[in-house]
C-alpha cells in the first residue's frame, strides 16, 4: 500500500499549486480519497475529500472556492488544485485512502496515508 504526494513547493500570496497523489491501484479505485494538512505547531486538519467515482467532493471552509479536489482513476491519482493562496494555507500536506467509498472530514475514516508534501505560501 503507497501514497506518494507530490508537487508541493514555494509560492508567492494570491499563486497556484496543483498536489498530486499517485496511488497503488488496488488500494485507491473503489475508495474514496482525502487532503489533509499541517502547519507548523498545529494539529492536522482536513482540507478536501472526494468519493471513489469522482463525486461527493467536500472542503474545510477555509479552503472553499479556492481549492479543487479531483481524480483520475484510470492514473490511479487524485489532484489537489489550489489558487489564491495565503500565507496561512503553509503546511505539509497528506494525502490519504478512506476506508470506505467516501472520504469526509474524519481522521478515523481514512487508513492508509502518503508522506507529505510542504507547500510554502510567501506574503
Known amino acids: 500500500v503507497q501514497l506518494q504526494a507530490s508537487g508541493g513547493g514555494f509560492v508567492q500570496a494570491g499563486g497556484s499549486l496543483r498536489l498530486s497523489c499517485a496511488a497503488s491501484?488496488?488500494?485507491?479505485?473503489?475508495?474514496?480519497m482525502g487532503w489533509f494538512r499541517q502547519a507548523p505547531g498545529k494539529e492536522r486538519e482536513f482540507v478536501a475529500s472526494?468519493?471513489?467515482?469522482?463525486?461527493?467532493?467536500s472542503y474545510a471552509d477555509s479552503v472553499k472556492g479556492r481549492f479543487a479536489i479531483s481524480r483520475d482513476r484510470a492514473k490511479a491519482t487524485v489532484y489537489l488544485q489550489m489558487n489564491s493562496l495565503k500565507p496561512e494555507d503553509t503546511a505539509v500536506y497528506y494525502c490519504?485512502?478512506?476506508?470506505?467509498?467516501?472520504?469526509?472530514?474524519?481522521?478515523?475514516?481514512?487508513?492508509?496515508w502518503g508522506q507529505g508534501t510542504q507547500v510554502t505560501v510567501s506574503s
Open positions: 490519504a485512502s478512506a476506508r470506505s467509498a467516501y472520504g469526509g472530514p474524519y481522521e478515523s475514516s481514512y487508513n492508509y
Open positions: 472526494i468519493g471513489w467515482n469522482g463525486g461527493s467532493p
Open positions: 491501484r488496488r488500494t485507491s479505485s473503489n475508495n474514496g
